[in-house]
């Protein structure tokens, strides 16, 4: 009850009310048609962010025009009344309804001088004072509207403040979580260097026993052959794993050369196009690059190694039949490669992990993919994004840039 109170009774309401009723009692005119106007004045005004600024601005103009009337018309001490619409008019509708609404309200005002009675006119000296009112209105309009405008500027600083303080925060956010991402991988990468070299010594002595072992056995003795054989094609496995960790770990040699990205493209999709067939796999890759695109400083082998990899990912996430979208853009800073799916998409807890060695959402996988891509970019000066939706697809986003330091 307490929060709906106040929403719909705000403090200002309260200096209206009195207003208003110090109106009614030091009114020189206090019939109860002039006391009903300002009644009803006061609603308005009070009612005014909830019937909007031009419903309340007519209503004000009106109510105004029957209380000056009922009140000896064009001598009323009420004339200060018509600073209500101006004022609303001024804050609301900018210069031109300012100007629009302070010359209605000088309308209302002089408009009284048409209904002078046959012995009624205004006095020589009396000129002035009905002047100096009229344009009390347009000045005070005018001035309402610069003071707006101020306040408007203010709050469009404050708010560009705001969202470049959020910006700035969401850069922060980022770069803490690739300097925790980059001191992750640098610690594994040592770990798996070391470990990998460990293990290759009793890896080969394991296979060659095995291969010895199973010259020795005579063939009737099937278990031993079976045994043998699982040891030696353990061992490959092993060793295909160690092969992935040193690529990980070690870092990359890379030759760059100043090249067209498209040619690199066209190379990484041939390459897809054959391992899908040999797959057995229908994915259509859609290519769309911009014309503009300047060559860039890259390792061909490298890149290519990424985008293929990006697009047998995007190929297992497609449904049979679907279609990958390779698309380049580029600016003043930096090329962009797209590659984008309309599969499965990627769950949002998952999305901060997927870089990560060893996270993999695919039961034969050792999450080792993606890693390498990261580093791989890293090394080039660039860097990798994506974006993705549950059931409709993902957007990852390769930049290189043009200027490397």
Not at 48 to 58: C, F, N
Not at 131 to 147: K, M, S, W
Not at 222 to 250: C, H, K, P, Y
Not at 315 to 327: E, I, L, R, W
Request: net charge neutral.
């Amino acid at each position: 009850m307490p929060s709906t109170w106040r929403r719909y009774v705000r403090p200002q309401d309260f200096v209206w009310l009195l207003f208003f009723s110090a109106l009614a009692a030091f009114s020189p005119e206090r019939s109860p048609r002039t006391i009903a106007a300002l009644v009803a004045l006061g609603v308005v005004q009070v009612l005014e962010a909830r019937i909007g600024a031009l419903t309340s601005v007519i209503l004000k103009l009106a109510l105004c025009y029957l209380l000056i009337g009922f009140s000896y018309g064009v001598s009323s001490s009420f004339y200060l009344v018509l600073l209500l619409p101006v004022i609303s008019g001024a804050t609301n509708f900018g210069l031109l309804g300012a100007t629009i609404t302070a010359l209605a309200a000088c309308a209302v005002y002089l408009s009284f001088l048409v209904f002078l009675g046959p012995n009624q006119f205004i006095p020589e000296d009396q000129i002035p004072e009905l002047v100096l009112r009229a344009l009390f209105l347009p000045v005070a309009g005018y001035l309402t509207y610069q003071l707006a405008q101020a306040n408007q500027a203010e709050k469009h600083k404050a708010q560009e403040a705001v969202e470049e303080l959020a910006r700035a925060n969401r850069s922060l956010q980022e770069a803490q979580a690739e300097v925790r991402r980059a001191e992750r991988l640098a610690a594994l990468g040592q770990l798996t260097a070391g470990l990998a070299h460990e293990l290759r010594n009793p890896l080969g002595t394991m296979k060659t026993s095995a291969e010895m072992l199973s010259r020795q056995v005579s063939k009737e003795n099937a278990v031993a052959q079976e045994m043998a054989g699982f040891i030696t094609s353990e061992v490959d496995r092993t060793n295909s794993l160690i092969t992935r960790f040193l690529d990980f770990a070690r870092p990359q040699h890379l030759k760059l050369e100043v090249a067209d990205i498209t040619i690199m493209l066209d190379s990484a999709i041939a390459r897809f196009d054959r391992e899908q067939k040999s797959a057995g796999t229908s994915v259509t890759v859609f290519k769309n690059y911009s014309p503009d695109v300047p060559p860039v400083r890259f390792d061909a082998e490298l890149m290519e190694r990424v985008i293929a990899n990006l697009l047998v990912n995007a190929a297992q996430a497609s449904p049979p039949g679907g279609v990958v979208t390779v698309k380049t853009l580029s600016n003043n800073a930096e090329v962009e490669v797209a590659v984008i799916d309309r599969g499965s998409g990627i769950d949002p807890k998952n999305i901060e992990n997927i870089f990560n060695p060893f996270f993999t959402t695919k039961s034969d996988g050792i999450g080792f993919g993606l890693a390498i891509i990261s580093k791989i970019l890293d090394e080039h000066g660039g860097r990798i994004t994506v974006e993705s939706t549950l059931g409709e697809g993902s957007v990852f986003r390769v930049f290189l840039p043009l200027k490397r330091q």
